[in-house]
């Protein structure tokens, strides 16, 4: 109640009452940074893909905030930020989660203030280089960031918008 970095239930800002719950209940904390959801004793929620957010995309492993410009992966928030250029190709990816994107697309994504064909093969990959060794377990066997062959990369997070 009267949290500093806010709390809602159900999307309404909690004030300094005590409100009651209810089974379905969403509960945010830190302007909604943390959700829960009150469900009956000894039941399990199942994980929902997809939510009225559509600010974010989602996975257990990486979480991306364009408005905040926000990462997390495994739930911990990356400190520090992500680059502009590197955070800009790593939502341009996530905007296309699960499908190939092209080099030329990254280049436009984390360059926009250069010509199409201004961008070197070695800029795109030292770029990726350095998210991948931000976002990847291991970055030398990434799972999360992948190269299509003679194409561009992919980024494996599912097709969850949070």
């Known amino acids: 109640l009267n949290s500093t970095n806010g709390s809602s239930l159900n999307g309404k ?3 300094s009452s005590l409100t009651p719950l209810s089974i379905g209940d969403h509960i945010g904390l830190a ?19 997809g939510s009225s957010d559509s600010t974010s995309s989602a996975t257990e492993e ?6 905040s410009r926000d990462v997390r992966v495994r ?17 341009a990816l996530s905007a296309k989660a699960g499908e190939a994107v092209s ?10 203030e250069r010509d199409l064909g201004d961008v070197g093969d070695a800029e795109i ?8 060794e931000r ?18 990369y992919k980024l494996e997070i599912g097709q969850s918008q949070d």
């Not at 280049?107 to 926009?112: D, F, Q, S, Y």
């Not at 990959?125 to 991948?132: D, E």
């Not at 990434?142 to 003679?150: A, E, F, N, Q, S």
């Open 31 to 49: 302007d909604d940074l943390v959700i829960l959801r009150l469900q009956e004793s000894g039941s399990t929620v199942p994980l929902r893909r």
């Open 135 to 152: 976002i990847e377990s291991d970055p030398r066997r990434p799972r999360l960031l992948t190269t299509v062959r003679g194409f561009g």
């Open 103 to 112: 080099r030329d697309d990254v280049a436009v994504a984390g360059w926009p």
């Open 75 to 91: 739930g911990v928030m990356l400190a520090p930020q992500l680059s502009r250029k590197e955070f800009d190709v790593l939502h």
């Open 13 to 15: 800002p909690l004030g």
């Open 62 to 67: 990486l979480s991306i905030r364009p408005g």
């Open 125 to 132: 990959t030292q770029l990726i280089k350095r998210v991948r």
